[in-house]
């Protein structure tokens, strides 16, 4: 994984702390969702996963060719896509190439399995890590967010039913 220390901030230095900051943490990402919510206008369930790419919340940057994750690495966090475009491969076959606002990543935090694709950044990528208790916290906290991952899923499974790729 690339990794650029430089590009961290907000949540990422908070999470070596402990559970005491672990659960801050992940409080200041309940009510940032729900803030951005409302103050969009939006209800939670059309809020669409931007509202997780907030001025504080922990970036890594990644540079155009980069590899975010391989093939059958473990895994620890998916990722939203804050800026940039994002190529997921199995093999040599290219699966989809994704746009900011999309998650993914997110197959291995559900079933504990390793990464089932590669992923590499098409251009310079800034991404928004979301560890597997911040993810396991929004689904029992926020269950829209919940509700958003599992649309993501099923459209993703829905177009490879198609044979699109």
């Not at 029992?140 to 459209?155: G, I, N």
């Amino acid at each position: 994984m690339v990794d650029d220390p430089q590009h961290r901030h907000g949540l990422g230095s908070d999470l070596a702390g402990g559970d005491a900051d672990l659960g801050r943490s992940l409080l200041s990402i309940r009510a940032f969702v729900l803030a951005r919510t409302a103050e969009k206008g939006f209800r939670v369930a059309d809020a669409s996963f931007s509202l997780l790419t907030g001025n504080n919340i922990e970036t890594r940057l990644v540079r155009a060719g980069g590899v975010i994750f391989r093939e059958g690495e473990q895994a620890n966090e998916l990722f939203v896509i804050k800026s940039g475009y994002v190529r997921i491969q199995v093999g040599n076959k290219t699966m989809a190439d994704l746009a900011p606002d999309t998650i993914f990543g997110e197959m291995a935090l559900i079933d504990n399995e390793p990464r089932s694709a590669t992923a590499t950044a098409l251009t310079d990528v800034e991404l928004v890590p979301v560890s597997e208790k911040q993810f396991l916290f929004l689904v029992s906290q926020t269950p829209h967010f919940a509700l958003k991952v599992m649309r993501t899923l099923a459209q993703r499974l829905r177009t490879m039913n198609k044979g699109v790729y």
